[in-house]
């Protein structure tokens, strides 16, 4: 079987999960064993509790503690969703043994990694598909469909903002050698993601869309309060103190080639009431905006509501209604069609590439921001022990 046939041959297309976090457990899993598309074969990880609270009274699936063990010729996809530092050591692993990865976002943590994977997926052969379900949502399918009359695209804002919504507050989450970032790598992955869609529809020219300008700012003000954490992931209560090294919410401007402006906001924690996704893309002809929550939070504002405004005039654009987590289903769906695809290689390397550096770029820029403080900060310069 070549590498990405798995969509080809006519049965379903056999998939082993390596990792078994909260993401695999809660998403993944359900709808791998809940669709005839898909037969599960093999879950991968180290802890033997996990396997074995996952596997349950399943049959059939082998249970294995490394992604080295699987075997290329008994798996058609591998679904890897390990802790974000082991993201793309993972997958281009597997890449390079010519085993097709959908790997969860974020695909890697910097632009090192994202070369790491381009290189993989041409040794091997296989092909790496990207885990950003935003862009499968149909409210913003339908955002990209009215954006597609605005004139010249200007600027794109993109926030997603929670209320409390911290995750694994004490695990790798809020732990930066293990995450990679706080809220910006988090939630900012899918914020990106959608903004490049966006871009590129607009311009139609790659190059158009490379970032010449970026510059952010991040805070922390939530982060170790354990009255933060999204208690709705059910990550369990965490001993205090707990001290997390991260952002909780990132703030970015980024500017094209091309251009076109980009405004990023990313947060765990605020101090609104409810968690809000606002999409909102300006044009020479107008502006269209999206309000909806991304994600699976229960703290949501309601319907998604998609506003066009032209001439002064602000009129609602009807959207079809979909459950919550109905882009996870989405996804998932299109992926036999994109194993079978030549046309995928190197497509979700390169936009890793884009999203990946616009994050290194605005930390660099808060870093920067932060120590030129440091460098203006008062000194006090009364001696030790003076009154």
Same mark, same amino acid.
């Given at each position: ?158 926030? $997603? ?192 590439? $884009? ?33």
């Amino acid at each position: 079987m070549s590498a990405g046939s798995g969509g080809v041959r006519g049965g379903p297309v056999r998939v082993a999960v390596v990792g078994l976090g909260w993401v695999a457990r809660e998403v993944w899993l359900p709808r791998l064993l809940g669709g005839a598309a898909y037969r599960v074969v093999a879950v991968v990880e180290p802890s033997a509790r996990a396997r074995a609270a996952v596997l349950g009274d399943l049959t059939g699936v082998a249970a294995l503690e490394r992604a080295e063990d699987l075997r290329r010729d008994e798996v058609d996809l591998a679904v890897v969703a390990v802790p974000n530092h082991l993201h793309a050591p993972v997958a281009s692993g597997l890449l390079r043994r010519g085993v097709p990865v959908f790997l969860e976002k974020p695909l890697c943590l910097g632009s090192a990694e994202a070369a790491a994977l381009t290189a993989a997926e041409r040794a091997g052969g296989a092909v790496l598909l990207g885990g950003s379900a935003a862009r499968h949502r149909a409210d913003v399918r339908a955002l990209r469909e009215v954006a597609a009359s605005l004139g010249a695209l200007r600027h794109v804002d993109v926030s $997603w903002v929670r209320s409390r919504g911290i995750p694994d507050r004490g695990g790798w989450f809020t732990d930066r050698t293990r995450s990679g970032g706080g809220a910006l790598v988090d939630l900012g992955w899918h914020l990106l993601d959608t903004a490049r869609v966006l871009l590129r529809g607009a311009t139609g020219d790659p190059e158009g869309a490379e970032l010449e300008h970026v510059t952010g700012a991040v805070s922390a003000d939530f982060v170790d309060d354990h009255a933060f954490r999204a208690a709705w992931r059910g990550d369990g209560a965490q001993a205090d103190p707990v001290v997390g090294d991260v952002e909780d919410t990132a703030r970015g401007f980024l500017v094209t080639r091309s251009g076109i402006s980009i405004g990023v906001r990313a947060a765990w924690a605020s101090h609104q009431a409810l968690d809000t996704t606002v999409v909102r893309v300006e044009g020479s002809g107008g502006t269209a905006e999206l309000r909806c929550t991304f994600g699976f939070s229960p703290n949501r504002e309601g319907p998604s509501r998609l506003l066009l405004t032209t001439d002064g005039r602000t009129t609602p654009v009807e959207l079809p209604a979909e459950p919550v987590g109905a882009e996870y289903d989405a996804q998932l769906a299109s992926l036999p069609a994109r194993l079978a695809d030549p046309a995928a290689r190197g497509e979700a390397a390169s936009g890793a590439r $884009w999203i990946a550096g616009a994050i290194e770029r605005v930390y660099r820029a808060a870093d920067a921001v932060r120590c030129a403080e440091r460098r203006h900060a008062p000194v006090d310069l009364a001696p030790t022990g003076a009154p």
